[in-house]
């Protein structure tokens, strides 16, 4: 996935990590991690809403993850699924997301912020 700027690609490995990479400069500029990857390709989005930019991707716990794109925290982990989610989509200028997982949840969830100006989580 590449970031809005172009600059950058963001990618998942099997090892619990996600990645940042300068493509021209041929390095990992962040890492994120904490969410669970260990068997299978899953997608991660960037969220740029204003100001604030995110990560976010799915995890084999049956999790959401967002991450601040600098300080590599997470800010939330959203729960709702029953099974691994695999991938994940920002909406390219409002505050909602949309995550899909497999076999035992067989579901796609839009998760939206309707407190955009508050510190509420997202809801399914």
């Not at 600098?70 to 695999?86: A, I, N």
Request: charged share 25%; with cysteine.
């Amino acid at each position: 996935m590449f970031s809005p700027n172009g600059k950058f690609v963001l990618c998942g490995s099997l090892d619990d990590k996600i990645r940042l990479w300068d493509y021209e400069q041929g390095e990992v500029v962040k890492t994120y991690s904490e969410h669970k990857n260990s068997r299978f390709c899953m997608f991660s989005t960037f969220i740029v809403t204003g100001k604030d930019k995110y990560i976010a991707s799915g995890s084999e716990d049956n999790n959401l993850y967002i991450w601040d794109i600098q300080s590599r925290q997470v800010v939330q982990k959203l729960r709702g699924h029953t099974d691994v989610v695999l991938t994940v989509a920002a909406h390219p200028f409002n505050n909602i997301l949309a995550s899909g997982a497999l076999e035992r949840d067989k579901t796609v969830k839009i998760w939206v912020d309707e407190n955009e100006h508050s510190d509420d989580e997202m809801e399914a």
